[in-house]
């Protein structure tokens, strides 16, 4: 992987050096990462026009979650005294010559670019964007078998929590124990807080666990991700407890499957963003649903949940091949419930099989 962090390094690099910036200070810790292997607490990276280092406040502690860094970096821990690397790396900047220095404004505090400007005032600070977030668009294959392995550890996750004795359980500890089987099965961890909805809660995006307990007859909606060497992949699927589903939960469930499954079949390589959520929601929407609708259909995931692009009604941009994105539309009634249905795809051309899914738990409405 040594090579690939240096030909990303590379490509910001001359994107840097083109509109007159010789040096680059990356901060963002999933940039950071992106572009080193590694992300140490606080660590941030220097691309100059001689030599990249990261810069640490303290030394790696080997944790999985920081990642490895690559080693053709120059590994600079700093002593405590020395503060923040950020500043740290604006000093070395100036020391090493470069006039222009781009910097992650979206990301640092407005206290942290005045100290940025205080210890060097002749170095200018030019904003390098989301210059970082667009080029992890796009993943190559190595990032992709990432995605799939975590895919494969939450869907065993799931499985495993469907095949026990779920009645009288609460939200709370299903979600606990989804998060332990994450890591049984080799994830760094959970790749977001795990969700677990029944009853009136179900159907909810981003419901926070609860001690409700499960009941027979509930919806049992759960959206859960495993992040495994940084990359984050979801998993959200709906199933009724101990009985034969009711008609209106079947006819909800069927309506969500056909929005969702609508929207798959949308993700292909220049298709425009606000398509892809046009599909979903307009099944949705025909059927008198369309107030209560989450603001987005899916979006991109990878070194972090929430990635661009995001599938929204007034998303910019289309698709390419090699993209990974989720597609998770959902219906809640109040005070009776309601279905999620979440995968994680990548973008594939028509030729290679069309969208690949990668997460595979069955999404047909089981009794439990």
């Given at each position: 992987m040594s090579e690939v962090y240096g030909v990303r390094r590379d490509r910001l690099r001359d994107r840097c050096a083109a509109t007159g910036s010789a040096g680059v200070l990356v901060s963002r810790p999933a940039n950071v990462r992106y572009l080193a292997g590694g992300a140490p607490a606080g660590a941030v990276l220097l691309i100059g026009p001689g030599e990249d280092i990261l810069l640490c406040p303290g030394a790696p502690t080997g944790d999985p979650a920081e990642g490895r860094a690559d080693d053709r970096l120059r590994l600079t821990v700093l002593p405590t005294s020395a503060g923040d690397a950020a500043v740290a790396a604006a000093e070395l900047a100036r020391t090493a010559g470069v006039e222009s220095l781009a910097v992650e404004e979206h990301h640092l505090t407005v206290a942290r670019h005045r100290a940025l400007g205080s210890v060097a005032p002749r170095l200018r600070l030019a904003d390098l964007g989301l210059a970082v977030e667009q080029q992890r668009i796009v993943k190559d294959e190595e990032?992709?078998?990432?995605?799939?392995?975590?895919?494969?550890?939450a869907d065993q996750a799931l499985g495993e929590l469907l095949e026990s004795i779920l009645v009288g359980r609460t939200e709370r500890h299903l979600a606990l124990e989804l998060e332990r089987r994450l890591v049984d099965h080799g994830a760094d961890g959970a790749a977001f807080p795990t969700s677990v909805a029944t009853g009136p809660n179900s159907g909810r995006g981003g419901h926070r666990p609860t001690d409700r307990r499960v009941e027979e007859g509930d919806f049992l909606s759960v959206c859960v991700g495993a992040?495994?060497?940084?990359?984050?992949?979801?998993?959200?699927?709906?199933?009724?407890?101990?009985?034969?589903?009711?008609?209106?939960?079947?006819?909800?469930?069927?309506?969500?499957?056909?929005?969702?499954?609508?929207?798959?079949?949308?993700?292909s390589p220049g298709a425009a963003y606000r398509d892809v959520d046009r599909a979903a929601r307009q099944i949705l929407d025909s059927a008198g649903h369309g107030e209560g609708l989450a603001a987005l259909t899916g979006h991109g995931v990878g070194l972090e949940i929430d990635e661009d692009p995001q599938l929204a009604p007034a998303a910019m941009g289309k698709l390419d091949a090699c993209v990974p994105v989720t597609v998770e539309p959902g219906v809640h009634l109040p005070g009776r419930g309601g279905v999620r249905i979440d995968d994680t795809l990548v973008v594939r051309q028509e030729a290679d099989g069309g969208p690949e899914l990668l997460t595979i738990t069955t999404k047909e409405l089981l009794a439990l």
């Open positions: 990032e992709i078998a990432c995605l799939r392995i975590a895919a494969e550890i992040n495994y060497r940084g990359y984050r992949c979801e998993i959200g699927r709906t199933f009724v407890i101990g009985t034969t589903p009711a008609d209106w939960q079947i006819e909800l469930y069927d309506l969500v499957f056909a929005a969702q499954r609508a929207a798959r079949e949308s993700l």
